[in-house]
């Protein structure tokens, strides 16, 4: 089941990032090694009482003149209307209630999606809550003071929001059919992509950079069996700063991706793989979904016996974190080899769900350990008691071993290689967690 998507809207500097931060916890802020997957403050993964769902930040926008500020709240709370399940509109105390939150709120009741009002900087209720009571006069509901810095009132704002989630009995009602999201930097082809497999003009197609409006989902059969493309929107408008493009597609990448059981990262083979593919693609490897690679426009390119071989490695270099990824190149305005696309959906999907036998599995750590020794250090070697899965989905691993300092990130990927050589699983990651345990157990 996908998580649910909690948008933040707010004006510049009413506590956003900070709130953003603070309920994320130290997560946001690690740099990790993974080359390509994306670290801007655009979305984070936050648990609550046993609820997990995608945080996504509309907000980053300094505009110098009050109708800049409407026009830029304009277009985040309509991304905001447009990708979450709930809203969390953030207005700030000491500010009070401007023109602006007005016009917002407007929008935000018209849409119809939960509001969670939430009034910032509230550093003593004693001292503010008079002035919290004012913004009952935005007509969304109830005003919920908190203080992002000092962390208090986090938790009834929490409670609020996860009111809207679905329930578990809802949630088992979910569409069964395999959920294929489209992903992609604007203007690569992902909506004629589409349209040539659904056989129809379902989605607006042209040169315009980001003219898909709304992720549309489209309903398609092939040999019998049912899939849902998700096609991730671009933009609203044609927008000439180039780092709020990027913002605007990750943001709706990440709500598609959350969705989709498979990734279909479409590239354009004129321009090659780029590093915002590589971010885009971080984004469903982080979240461990299945991925194919789809190099489109492939009819365009002039080729010699090497050029598929060229693009291949290209592609493998940059996106190195990835190297599961399966790989089609494609035309949607051919048609070429698309046909192969829906082999690979099934071929990636069965793989995200396969489960291997704990006999079977730890008979091949035991192979690979044998090949090649654990590393040791201060003269204590890594000893693997055994291993087990635990998850699908991407495919979860826990290995029980003696020491987990001693678990260094190149053997575990030793480990990950000696599995897929023997069971394959193409197109979908590995996730492996490291358990300790002590000998006398």
Known sequence: MSKPVVAVVGRPNVGKSTLFNVLAGERISIVKD????TRDRIYAEVTWL???????????IEPDSKDVILS?????????IETADVILFLTDVKQGLVDADSKVADMLRRSG??????VNKVDSFEKYMPDV???????????????ASSRLGLGDMLDEVITYFPKDGEAKEEDERPKVAIIGKPNVGKSSLINKLAQEERVIVSDIAGTTRDAIDTDIRYNGKEYIFIDTAGLRRKNKIKEEIERYSIIRAVTAVERADVCIIVIDANEGVTEQDAKIAGIAHERGKGIIIAVNKWDAIEKDDKTIYRHTERIRQILSFMPYAEIVFISAKSGQRLHKLFELIDVVIENNCMRVATGVLNEIVAEAVAMQQPPSDKGKRLKIYYVTQVAVQPPTFVVFVNDKELMHFSYTRYLENRIRET????????KFITRERKEDK
Do not use: C, W
């Open 113 to 118: 999606k939960p509001v969670v009002l939430v």
């Open 423 to 430: 069971f394959g699983f193409r197109g979908t990651a590995l």
């Open 133 to 147: 009571y004012e913004f009952y006069n935005l007509g969304i509901g109830e005003p919920y003071p908190i203080s």
């Open 34 to 37: 993974t080359p390509g997957v």
């Open 50 to 60: 046993n609820h997990s769902f995608t945080m996504i930040d509309t907000g980053g």
């Open 72 to 80: 830029q709240m304009r277009e985040q709370a309509q991304i905001a």
